[in-house]
C-alpha cells in the first residue's frame, strides 16, 4: 500500500483561510469515512486535531474543520495563526486493522 | 489523561539489535491497542506496527520479520523488538495510542501520542 498523497508545503498569512488535501484510493479514503489529521510541531508529541473525516477532540481549535470527498479528504485551517506553523499529516483506514499514513504538509505561516 | 512514553532508543551499528519500550498510563490497559509511529530524518511518519488487545500484532512490510511488537501487562509497557537494523531504520520512534469503535472496527486513529525516542543506526 503506497502513503496518501498530500502537498509537500502550503503557505499563507496570518488570518488566511488554508486548505491541506489527503489523495488515497477507493480501498482506504474513498471506502471508509475513518479519516485522521495530525499536527506535528517538530519535537514534539504529534496531536490528533480530527477524527472521522470531522469530528474534533476536545479541545481542539474550531479553526481546524476536515471534509472528504470520493478518494480525497481536506483539512481547513481558518483564521490562520502563528502557531499552526507545523507539519500536517493525514490517515486513513485500509482495512484489515490497517492504518495508511499521509507524507506530510509543512504548512508556513507567513 | 492518557499518557505514553518511550525509552530505549540510542546508537546501534547495522545488523544489531534494539529494544524500545513504551509505558502506558490513564487508560485500561488490557484492553489498549498501542501502535508504533517512526519519522526518519526528513521524512515522514511511517507506520511500523501494533499490537491489539489480547496480544495480536501485525508489522508494516519494510520491518516484517524484523521488528516485533509485544506486550507485558503486568508492567503497563509495550516493547518494539528491533533485529538486522538497517541504517535506514535510523529514525524517532513513537508509540500512539489506538482507539475508535466504527461497526466492527476497531482502533482507526492514533488519540495520544509519545515525544519519541531516537533511534542512530550507524557504524
Known amino acids: 500500500q503506497s502513503a496518501l498523497t498530500q502537498p509537500a508545503s502550503v503557505s499563507g498569512s496570518p488570518g488566511q483561510l488554508i486548505t491541506i488535501s489527503c489523495t488515497g484510493t477507493s480501498s482506504d479514503v474513498g471506502n471508509y469515512n475513518l479519516v485522521s489529521w495530525y499536527q506535528h510541531h517538530p519535537g514534539k508529541a504529534p496531536k490528533l486535531i480530527i477524527y472521522e473525516v470531522t469530528k474534533r477532540p476536545s479541545g481542539v481549535s474550531s479553526r481546524f474543520s476536515g471534509s472528504k470527498s470520493g478518494i480525497t479528504a481536506s483539512l481547513t485551517i481558518s483564521g490562520l495563526q502563528p502557531e499552526d506553523e507545523a507539519d500536517y499529516y493525514c490517515c486513513s483506514y485500509a482495512g484489515s486493522d490497517t492504518l495508511l499514513l499521509g507524507g506530510g504538509t509543512k504548512v508556513t505561516v507567513l | 489523561e492518557v499518557q505514553l512514553v518511550e525509552s530505549g532508543g540510542g546508537l546501534v551499528e547495522p545488523g544489531g539489535s534494539l529494544r524500545l519500550s513504551c509505558a502506558v498510563s490513564?487508560?485500561?490497559?488490557?484492553?489498549?491497542?498501542v501502535s508504533w509511529v517512526r519519522q526518519a530524518p526528513g521524512k515522514g511518519l511511517e507506520w511500523v506496527g501494533h499490537?491489539?488487545?489480547?496480544?495480536?500484532?501485525d508489522s508494516a512490510e519494510p520491518v516484517k520479520g524484523r521488528f516485533t511488537v509485544s506486550r507485558d501487562d503486568s508492567k503497563h509497557t509495550i516493547y518494539l523488538q528491533m533485529n538486522s537494523l538497517k541504517t535506514e531504520d535510523t529514525a524517532v520512534y513513537f508509540c500512539?495510542?489506538?482507539?475508535?469503535?466504527?461497526?466492527?472496527?476497531?482502533?482507526?486513529?492514533?488519540?495520544?501520542w509519545g515525544q519519541g525516542t531516537l533511534v542512530t543506526v550507524a557504524s
Open positions: 500512539a495510542h489506538n482507539a475508535g469503535h466504527y461497526d466492527d472496527i476497531w482502533g482507526y486513529f492514533l488519540a495520544s
Open positions: 490513564g487508560l485500561t490497559f488490557s484492553d489498549a491497542w
Open positions: 499490537i491489539k488487545k489480547g496480544g495480536a500484532a
